[in-house]
């Protein structure tokens, strides 16, 4: 039997969401007819464009705290990043549930754990670059959850292609997140780029400040720069023969001068630079999840991935040769090398490497608290996407409910006033 599973036999009805018509869907049979999958639809749409709405009118009524306050700008603009990493929590479990498999090496140990209700809890620094592998459109989105198992989700910031910030509501939201967006003209890049990361590094009092007043961060960077798809891995197959390069077998090769310049812009106020390796399960070795995971798939028809799989490890950028640039394109490249080799010891396992092992007594934990005693790796974690709490969702409407009964109050006081 095939670590992925033997998927269930699928007639060419089946198909019309990724995969030719001559191929089963990995995952099965669509779950839902035309008439429930037309209800998701709506439901889904309904749902995010509300919350969506809801977030951006939040930003917008706080957004003159800039000429009033920066500092309480910036922590009332990750409340409202908090909304939206809860929003689309509670979205991936509605609409596309599976189950989450995460483990990790030596270097992360004691800073995964699951919860008695068998939730995944986080203990990542408060201030870091982490860099995955870019498998499928998705992969942004378990990434935040990741950090609201980190109570980081309030502190994402990534780097976009511009065109992004041109879509209405979206586009304007995520520049009040102060996320980056680039045109891939590094001309016209680098002043954005440097002004974006200054901002980042710089201090901050205001209620939602981390240690030595730099306000916390998680810069999400995909190196690759696109998920992975026949046209990128034809290009990046061409690009290796042009080098002189061995090209890689489940990844684009990665890009290392957006990386290497957040890691100088950033240069003493990040330690760490973390790694996920992103595997979805269900997709067959030489198909690509963007043709077999599509939107309809995923959220309507009920056939997301069986599993989503990480893999996390963590690099001291003490370690990393930040000035030569030679060197640390040939660091970044390795890093990539390593992850082709943990893809592959997936499609033939089914599952990452996981540490279990417990530090020696004496040992500083991973986790770089001064207090010395043994941490034990995770193992495996199986877990799902969910909020801690339901009513979290509420978050959301706060400040839309706050103000409108202040202006309700002010319309009934205003009758009386004047027309009795």
């Known amino acids: 039997m095939s670590p992925l599973g033997n998927p269930p036999s699928a007639s060419p009805s089946d198909f019309g969401s990724g995969g030719k018509a001559s191929e089963p869907h990995p995952v099965g049979r669509v779950k839902y007819g035309s008439f429930r999958q037309t209800l998701r639809m709506l439901a889904f749409a309904t749902y995010f464009t509300v919350c969506v709405t809801a977030i951006h009118i939040t930003q917008l009524l706080g957004s003159p705290l800039y000429f009033i306050n920066k500092d309480y700008y910036y922590a009332y603009m990750s409340l409202t990043k908090q909304s939206f990493g809860i929003m689309i929590t509670v979205m991936t479990q509605w609409w596309s549930p599976t189950v989450v498999r995460v483990s990790g090496d030596k270097s992360v140990r004691g800073q995964l754990r699951q919860t008695e209700d068998g939730r995944l809890e986080c203990d990542f620094p408060e201030r870091i670059i982490f860099i995955a592998n870019h498998q499928l459109y998705s992969d942004w989105l378990y990434l935040w ?35 980056i967006f680039l045109a891939r003209r590094w001309a016209k890049d680098k002043p954005r780029f440097e002004h974006r990361l200054q901002k980042l590094k710089s201090s901050h009092s205001g209620p939602l400040s981390g240690s030595k007043g730099l306000d916390p961060m998680w810069l999400m960077i995909f190196p690759e720069g696109t998920n992975l798809s026949l046209n990128g891995r034809n290009s990046s197959a061409k690009w290796a023969e042009k080098q002189g390069m061995k090209d890689l077998k489940h990844q684009l090769l990665p890009r290392s001068t957006g990386l290497l310049f957040c890691l100088k812009e950033l240069k003493g106020t990040v330690d760490w630079v973390y790694d996920c390796t992103v595997a979805y399960e269900g997709i067959p070795r030489g198909k690509y999840g963007q043709d077999i995971f599509t939107l309809p798939s995923t959220y309507f028809q009920g056939r997301p991935p069986k599993s989503v799989n990480m893999y996390w490890r963590r690099f001291p950028v003490s370690s990393i040769p930040v000035d030569d640039q030679k060197a640390f394109e040939q660091w970044v490249l390795d890093r990539w090398i390593e992850k082709d080799a943990l893809l592959e010891r997936y499609l033939q396992n089914g599952r990452f490497p996981a540490d279990d092992e417990i530090d020696e007594d004496g040992q500083l934990p991973a986790n770089g608290n001064d207090e010395k005693q043994g941490a034990q790796g995770a193992g495996y974690i199986e877990t799902d996407v969910r909020p801690a709490h339901w009513f979290e969702i509420g978050q959301i409407f706060v400040v839309i409910s706050a103000f409108g009964l202040v202006i309700n109050v002010l319309a009934k006081a205003w009758r009386l006033l004047f027309y009795g």
């Open 145 to 179: 959850w990741i950090a609201y198992t980190n109570s980081m989700h309030g502190h994402m910031y990534i780097i976009l292609k511009e065109s992004l910030k041109y879509i209405p509501i979206i586009g304007p939201g995520m520049m009040f997140y102060g996320f």
